[in-house]
Nanobody
Framework: VQLVESGGGLVQPGGSLRLSCAASGFPFSLYGMAWYRQSPGKQRELVAGMTAIGRTNYADSVKGRFTISRDNAKNMMYLQMNSLKPDDTAVYYC???????WGQGTQVTVSS
């Protein structure tokens, strides 16, 4: 099993980024997936999740700004992040929900 995140970087407040998670080594379409994030000194927190059948859930702090999606044909998951705020600064992780498996993370920094 391998999960590889990409798309992080430095962006100004109000800007947008799209994170990608490339999955391999398992039948991606059968599994729930999620995005988590962790800031220095804080616990890792759920950002958004999507079940195998496409149901989504979001943290209150990102509702209306972030959108999770997946392309089962490409074994890819995405997180479109709009209207970014400095509080969104964190390492963002891709996770296969169960059995649990994590990617290595990608840094997102929102700063002017």
């Amino acid at each position: 099993v391998q999960l590889v995140e990409s798309g992080g970087g430095l962006v100004q407040p109000g800007g947008s980024l799209r994170l990608s998670c490339a999955a391999s080594g398992f039948p991606f379409s059968l599994y729930g997936m999620a995005w988590y994030r962790q800031s220095p000194g804080k616990q890792r927190e759920l950002v958004a999740g999507m079940t195998a059948i496409g149901r989504t859930n979001y943290a209150d702090s990102v509702k209306g700004r972030f959108t999770i999606s997946r392309d089962n044909a490409k074994n890819m998951m995405y997180l479109q992040m709009n209207s970014l705020k400095p509080d969104d600064t964190a390492v963002y992780y891709c996770k296969r929900v169960s059995p649990e498996h994590w990617g290595q993370g990608t840094q997102v920094t929102v700063s002017s």
